[in-house]
């Protein structure tokens, strides 16, 4: 059954009432809709498995994305996303709730993955995912393989192992932050608060990569 | 427009290349299957065989029993202890006690009671003559 959830004080707003809300207001869970994050946290401090199995749910796919993307190895994010999701539940205690759920996974994720790759160093092997079939139906890539690329006889496949290879040769803070904002889709500030810095050095950090990656495929893009 | 941004955005683009890179299927409907029993796996790994067999006690009760039977053995000792300083009190001032009805072998004079060192006035070595022998040396 799903449930929904409503911060209490959005509900006294809307329904107009002056009454005082408290300074951590428990939310309302209503059947019929998804339940917050914020509630299964809860139910997980509490040991409640099937909570946790819940927002493993909700984020190993975004997570197993941002692993697979800076190691660019199956194997390798099968595992780091196993051992992230397994931390998470052992520091579960310690979350104090200051920064989402998803944020705090998602450190966990970045440092493991990062921990990892320089434990790692040059022994870098690559095992990529196959190319959902999508992709030859999506116009930018489209126009990317057969118009305006000097090699016009490339395939996906071979433009996934170049920009994996060029990947691989940036510098993990970069890659990290090419990896977020430029596949996953995270802003700025989320990107700076899951890394731990600020907004400018996120955006230097992601103008050097591009850079980086252009001057790595050069050929591919003109 | 800005070269360098066109260039950005073919970057762009052939990242979403990346988007497109999926795990083999059916992968993520048994990820989650998958941590949640390693989870239990290392939940059960740090039972011990107290817990297994429903033994298993918080630390505080625990302590607060320990601290208990600390407290009461210290009572007891000293209870105990109390009772044989009374002992010894006690025949130290009756010696009957000690010795029931037997009669006492009689002290000595100069002894004034069971307790007070007995100081003799003579030097037991007095009756003892000294002998000294002197070394004989006989050069050959």
Known sequence: MQEVVIDPSSLSNALGLDAPTPARAEPVVIPGAPVHDAVLVRRSQDGDIGAYDELIRRYQERVYATVYHMTSNHEDANDLTQETFIKGFQALKSFKGDSSFYTWVYRIAVNKTINFLKQRKNRTHISLNDIDFNAENDPDLVALVSDRTPRRDIGLSELQQKLNKAMQKLSEPHRLVVTLHDVQGLSHEEIGNIVHCNIGTVRSRLFYARQQLQAHLSDYLK | ?140
């Not at chain 2, 320990?66 to 300083?85: D, K, P, R, W």
């Not at chain 2, 307790?115 to 037991?124: A, G, K």
């Open chain 2, 1 to 140: 427009m800005n070269p360098q941004a066109d260039n950005f955005e073919q970057i762009r683009k052939l990242l979403s290349l990346k988007k497109y890179e999926q795990p083999p299927p059916g992968y993520f409907n048994q990820l989650s299957a998958r941590i949640i029993s390693r989870i239990e796996a290392a939940d059960m790994g740090r039972t011990t065989l107290w817990d297994r067999l429903g033994f298993a006690f918080g630390s505080k009760p625990a302590f607060v029993c320990a601290l208990g039977v600390v407290v009461c053995g210290l009572f007891c000792i000293g209870i105990l202890s109390t009772l044989q300083g009374t002992t010894v009190s006690a025949v130290a001032s009756s010696p009957e006690l000690a010795f029931g009805n037997q009669p006492m072998m009689s002290a000595p004079e100069e002894a004034h009671s069971s307790v007070d060192p007995v100081i003799s006035q003579t030097s037991p070595f007095s009756d003892v003559a000294p002998r000294v022998d002197k070394a004989s040396y006989t050069p050959r």
